[in-house]
Nanobody, 124 residues
Framework: QVQLVESGGGLVQAGGSLRLSCAAS????????MGWYRQAPGKQRELVAS???????NHAGSVKGRFAISRDNAKNTVYLQMNSLKAEDTAVYYC??????????????????WGQGTQVTVSS
């Protein structure tokens, strides 16, 4: 089982910056893709950014040029640097990780894990 713990959320003025961190712990074989999602009140959860184990990144159009995802494989940690924050970035941000799990006698499985979420509030 893998646990994801996010940190770094908070209240910031528009134009400010925050850095989110998400540390994975537990019995981890190998983490593949990791990412950040967000969910604003009354809206569906959406992908903010993702990163493969090899470092290939993908950012949503709404955050491209302002946010940057990165990871440290040795620490099983993913980060989200958020700059030039806007009021519309206000949401609960969730960390996601996909773990490759080996199973004796069976094909490998990819398991999906989520953090508990961290609130980001941007005041205008």
């Amino acid at each position: 089982q893998v646990q994801l713990v996010e940190s770094g959320g908070g209240l910031v003025q528009a134009g400010g910056s925050l850095r989110l961190s998400c540390a994975a712990s537990g019995s981890i074989f190998r983490l593949n893709a990791m990412g950040w999602y967000r969910q604003a009140p009354g809206k569906q959860r959406e992908l903010v950014a993702s990163i493969t184990r090899g470092g290939t990144t993908n950012h949503a159009g709404s955050v491209k040029g302002r946010f940057a995802i990165s990871r440290d494989n040795a620490k099983n940690t993913v980060y989200l640097q958020m700059n030039s924050l806007k009021a519309e970035d206000t949401a609960v941000y969730y960390c996601n990780a996909q773990e490759l799990r080996l199973r004796p006698g069976l094909p490998p499985a990819e398991l999906d894990y989520w953090g508990q979420g961290t609130q980001v509030t941007v005041s205008s």
